[in-house]
C-alpha cells in the first residue's frame, strides 16, 4: 500500500516557476465566486505553504478560518500591520485606562472579501472526521488611515475552455 505523507505531496507540486495564474485559481476557487463582508481579528499565522491564514466572522458571530493564499500572501503585508496596529492600539488603550486587555475576539477588522468558500475535513484522535468551512480570498478592500478604500489582491483568473 502507497502512502502520500506531507513530504511526498510536497514533491509532487509543481515547480513555482511553472505555475500559472490560471493553475494556481483553479486550485483556490473551485466553487462560486461570492462577495463578503468579513470582520477579521488579529489572530494569524501561517501555513506550510506560507498562506496567510486569518481568523474572523462572518455575519458578526459565525468564527471562521480566512485564507490568503499563493501569489496574494505578497499584498497581504499591510493587512497584517493593519491587524497588529489594532491590537497594539487595544492593549495600549487598556493599559492606559488600568483595566485588563481586551479578548482578542472583540478587537475586529471589517474587510470587504471577494473569493470562495471551501470545505476543511479534520480527523481527530478517535478516527471522526469533523467539517468546517474557511474563505479563500482572492480580491480584498479596507480603510486606510485617511478613512479611503484600498483594494489589493485580484479577481481569480479562471479558465473558460472555448
Not at 13 to 36: N, Q
Not at 55 to 65: A, M
Request: with cysteine; aromatic share 8%; net charge positive.
Amino acid at each position: 500500500m502507497y502512502s502520500n505523507t506531507k513530504r511526498d505531496t510536497h514533491h509532487m507540486r509543481k515547480p513555482l516557476s511553472e505555475v500559472t495564474p490560471i493553475y494556481e485559481d483553479s486550485g483556490l476557487f473551485k466553487t462560486a465566486i461570492c462577495d463578503m463582508m468579513l470582520e477579521l481579528i488579529p489572530q494569524m499565522r501561517r501555513n506550510d505553504r506560507h498562506d496567510l491564514i486569518v481568523r474572523g466572522y462572518v455575519d458578526r458571530k459565525t468564527e471562521i478560518d480566512i485564507f490568503f493564499a499563493g501569489r496574494r500572501t505578497a499584498e497581504a503585508g499591510p493587512l497584517e500591520a493593519q491587524l497588529k496596529a489594532l491590537m497594539t492600539h487595544a492593549r495600549k488603550t487598556a493599559a492606559a485606562n488600568k483595566m485588563p486587555p481586551p479578548a482578542v475576539e472583540k478587537i475586529r477588522l471589517p474587510v470587504r472579501a471577494e473569493g470562495a468558500w471551501r470545505r476543511s475535513l479534520k480527523r481527530d484522535d478517535s478516527g471522526w472526521e469533523t467539517g468546517s468551512y474557511h474563505f479563500v480570498v482572492a480580491r480584498w478592500s479596507l480603510l486606510d488611515r485617511e478613512g479611503n478604500t484600498v483594494t489589493f489582491g485580484e479577481p481569480p483568473a479562471i479558465y473558460t475552455p472555448r
